[in-house]
């Protein structure tokens, strides 16, 4: 009777334990996620190599990791073949893009861009193949989700020593497109856009690119106009355009996107416009009305009237030349140094720039009529040590940045009608995470 006893006892304390261990498994993988109540944000992370998921609560913010294999990151350094860095996302929501790097403590280890499939419990997993390409350091998706955009980085031109062209044509250099199929496939488009290099250029290097929308902002809750150009009758651009920043040269290259197939031409001016001492971010605002680049060393942001059409201020042709908003460039304030990636909140009401070396971010409202900056209030928030990537949810509802050497992810919540940033605890990642994309 007494065995019987002590069997039993030990029975029940090992259910107990594999039932803890159930519970701790399911909270894990990602069971806390929900599409309707709940946002998610991709990171990719190259300590260990790997894309992590985060669900947070759209309502308060409250942010719980995702379970993504493998369950222990401690003593990897290799879950994917190689280090990711920029990500995308579809307008659905459904996969997500990310630039791998070629590294030689990976076995197999290509450079590339590599798709993954968001599952509905917010798990991702890599669908198809690597896309091997050049030299990607950058990614813009368009807003319809028609075309990847990829800038190629330095001596990716065939003036410069062992270029390499992009996949499937001899003769497009610098940036790369890819139409996108069915379940994520990357169909490589041919470029017909030449570059001429002017007396004193070097070959260019292409560190960050945006393209001007094809889909407007839609009206808010209630049919509320969140965005000057998404009124009822509104119609979206029948013409797109591609500004890539060239941080070796100073300048801003303007390309025509062919519409039907995403490739790339020459477009306005043969001659691209100059910005300030190595711009290193680009962004369009979402009514397709101006561009703004920041400049990393010389610590400010051009600002740009796009040339849409012919009753635009000092624009002879509707080509998407660039015309310098006046004032322009603009400073930033408040301690911020070493300007860099930055976005439009999603109804282009406010601009939101990276600090990389004073680990900030700059907040500045758009005058709608003739795109100058002025800075917003708070002027400037804080984030984690060496931050390197932001992404703003399309509802303008969070905002997030990696931070590098801190291995975080900083999180705020958006107050759409001002444009403010409230702080919310920070996230834990794996170590130096890069690229950052939410849906």
Not at 89 to 105: E, F, T
Not at 110 to 125: E, H, L, P, R
Not at 152 to 175: D, M
Not at 399 to 423: E, I, K, R
Request: charged residues 10%.
């Amino acid at each position: 009777m007494e065995i019987k006893q002590r069997m039993s006892k030990r029975f029940a304390w090992l259910l107990g334990m594999v039932v803890l261990v159930a519970i701790g498994l399911l909270v894990a993988c990602g069971t806390n996620y929900s599409a309707t109540s709940d946002g998610l944000v991709v990171v990719g992370s190259q300590g260990s190599a790997l894309l992590q998921t985060f669900s947070f609560s759209l309502s308060s913010g409250h942010t719980s990791a995702i379970y993504n294999p493998p369950s222990s990151t401690v003593n990897s350094t290799c879950v994917l073949p190689g280090l990711p860095s920029s990500i995308v996302l579809d307008p659905a929501g459904a996969y997500a893009y990310a630039i791998i790097s070629q590294n030689s403590s990976c076995a197999n280890s290509q450079t590339g861009i590599a798709a993954f499939k968001v599952n509905s419990d917010g798990t991702m997993k890599q669908v198809g193949s690597l896309t091997v390409d050049p030299n990607p350091v950058a990614l813009f998706m368009d807003s319809a989700g028609k075309f990847l955009f990829v800038a190629e980085g330095l001596n990716s031109i065939s003036q410069a020593p062992n270029s390499k062209p992009c996949p499937g044509t001899t003769t497009q250099y610098g940036v790369c497109t890819y139409a996108i199929g069915s379940g994520a496939a990357l169909t490589a488009v041919p470029g017909t856009f030449t570059l001429t290099l002017q007396m004193g250029f070097q070959a260019p290097n292409f560190v960050a690119l945006a393209a001007t929308p094809t889909v407007l902002p839609p009206l808010g809750i209630n049919g509320a106009q969140n965005a000057v150009c998404s009124g009822p009758g509104n119609n979206p651009p029948t013409s797109e355009f591609l500004y890539v920043a060239d941080s070796l040269n100073n300048v801003v290259w303007e390309f025509g996107v062919d519409t039907s197939t995403g490739a790339l031409g020459n477009a306005g001016p043969a001659k691209p416009v100059s910005a300030g001492s190595v711009p290193s971010g680009v962004a369009v605002d979402p009514c397709d009305r101006f561009v703004y680049v920041a400049n990393n060393l010389s610590n400010n942001i051009n600002a740009y009237t796009i040339c849409t059409a012919v009753s635009v201020a000092n624009c002879p042709n509707a080509d998407g030349s660039l015309v310098a908003v006046s004032g322009s460039p603009f400073s930033v304030s408040g301690g911020a140094n070493g300007t860099g990636p930055l976005v439009v909140d999603p109804f282009g009401n406010t601009l939101y720039v990276v600090g990389t070396d004073s680990s900030t971010i700059s907040v500045f409202r758009i005058s709608p009529v003739s795109g100058s900056l002025t800075a917003g209030s708070p002027a400037t928030v804080a984030t984690g040590g060496k931050p390197t990537s932001i992404a703003i949810r399309a509802d303008d509802s969070w905002l997030f940045v990696t931070n590098f050497t801190a291995g975080s992810l900083s999180q705020y919540s958006v107050t759409p009608a001002s444009g403010a940033l409230s702080p919310q605890p920070t996230i834990t990642t794996d170590n130096y995470p890069w690229g950052v994309a939410v849906k």
